[in-house]
């Protein structure tokens, strides 16, 4: 086995592998050693790699190893379709983890709706988190053998996190605010609406809110970052992984456009106001999930209604990890 970064976020992967125990990358496609953290810096990065990819470079290569073999790549980020690229061109099959999420609309999220439909096309095989998933990808067509799971792996993640927390509450009250999807921050309408929502907010609930390095740049950009210094809105760096679950454990309740702090709150019981039109996941939905579809009025309808949407957590029942390499054994074993 071997693990291969793509380069878009690795600083933070450093950090987030030794938070989790794994051993450090085997490899990775981009030899930068930092976090892309602009659009210019993204599209550099994006079109340097697809260039090295397609024109075959020795050193995706090497990176990748020799085939045959299955890439598994993850979700629906720029990474996500990177690395099927690489693999495809290089004589891999590819495995996409979370298959058969879609929001229904192409546009909804952008540009990660798109990714994710390019990669279950390509994909050999689709691993979906649940039957709900497995029903949409058959729905669509998709050519690679279907795969369910019992549940998503971001589930066995929260779990390993919440064994390390000791098991007092924080004590205060608060509303845990974390955004950073590019249909957000790179609308300066969207933003203006979001820290009005947040002013509002802190009139009623203390507000901590985790900013992203990205996020930071087009508040301040927007010349917003100013006004939630000065409404009394606590502005937290980037935390562990393990800080930030604990905030999610203990918050009264999370404000987010983040599709995986939507699923970490439905397991978790917490109740989420997801800042969004639309969600590929149906985490939580009609329970202590509420999707705003972007209306102002949404934030203090979800404030009056925290006790009534908090739910007990959902245990771990299953690993669904194990399940995807038990597969994967079975799988080419069958073809020694």
Known sequence: MRLVGTGQHAQSMEGLLRELALPPLDSALDPRNRDITTIREGLCWLLGALSRILGGSSSVAEALGPPPGVCLVHGDTASTWLGTEAARRFGFRVGHLEAGLESGTVFAPFPEELIRRSVMRRADFLFAPGHWAAENIRRRGYPGQVVPLSANTNLESLHL??????????????????????????????LARLVEVLEDCVRRIPVRFVVHSPTRRRLE???LWERLERGQIQLLPPRTYPDFVRLLRDAAGVLTDGGSVQEECAYLGTPCLLWRAATERPDGLGENVVLSRLQATAANDFLNRLDELRRPRVPLASSPSTEIVEFLIKTLAAEL
């Open 161 to 190: 996190a919440l064994e390390r927390l000791p098991e007092t509450v924080m004590d205060q009250q608060f509303l845990l605010v974390s955004i950073h999807r590019l249909e957000t921050i790179q609308r300066k309408d969207r």
């Open 221 to 223: 950009k927007a010349r």
